[in-house]
């Protein structure tokens, strides 16, 4: 017996997606790239803050924050599809503004 929402694949990302998000990681002994949501995520003390689902990349952001980036384009980061996860959301255009990356993904 199955309860709760139907099971579906996660999206999984690209090989080229994952290369360029451990690009992005920031190199410190306290960073941690571990698998996640078929992709991988970044964790520091045990707290994701960065990650890919599907061949998007997500960060964990304060709600000022979250709100600046949504107004760039971003969005809110739906793993099952009407179930946002607070605190996190999507990065526009990430794999070609890394500055904006390399600014959302160190708050």
């Not at 990065?91 to 959302?104: F, G, L, Q, Y």
């Amino acid at each position: 017996m199955h309860y709760g929402a139907p099971e579906r694949p996660s999206p999984k990302a690209t090989d080229e997606a994952k290369a360029h998000f451990r690009t992005l990681v920031p190199d410190d002994e306290r960073v941690s790239v571990k698998p996640m949501f078929g992709a991988m995520a970044a964790f520091a003390n045990g707290y994701m803050f960065m990650g890919l689902f599907a061949s998007e990349l997500f960060v964990r952001l304060d709600d000022t924050d979250t709100a600046t980036v949504t107004a760039a384009g971003g969005g809110p980061l739906e793993p099952m599809p009407g179930k946002p996860m607070r605190g996190y959301v999507t990065i526009p255009n990430w794999s070609t503004d890394e500055s904006a990356v390399r600014e959302w993904g160190t708050k």
